[in-house]
């Protein structure tokens, strides 16, 4: 109805989402970190979580940019979605 932009609601979606979509990987990633017993190191622990992150934060935006085109229809968008997806 017009209240504000999809620009605006992208940005607010975005920021409020942030938080949890960085403590949840952050956490699985650390804990998958120690089980794998990989090479204990501040660089290399670092390197594993920013890249961890951004797969996170990717397929965040890749869900929302899927949802905005096949968000019309629910049904299409759970058929598409994974097909999508998938290699």
Do not use: D, H
């Not at 290399?44 to 019309?72: D, E, K, P």
Request: glycine share 6%; proline share 7%; hydrophobic share 55%.
């Amino acid at each position: 109805n017009k209240l504000y932009s999809p620009t605006a609601f992208y940005w607010a979606k975005t920021i409020v989402e942030l938080p949890i979509n960085t403590i949840v990987p952050a956490l699985f990633g650390t804990i998958i970190y120690f089980m794998a017993q990989l090479t204990l190191s501040a660089e290399n622990y670092f390197s594993f979580l920013a890249v961890t992150l951004g797969c996170s934060y990717c397929a965040n935006a890749l869900g929302m940019l899927i949802g905005a085109f096949l968000g019309r229809k629910p049904e299409v968008a759970l058929v598409m979605g994974p097909l999508i997806v998938m290699p």
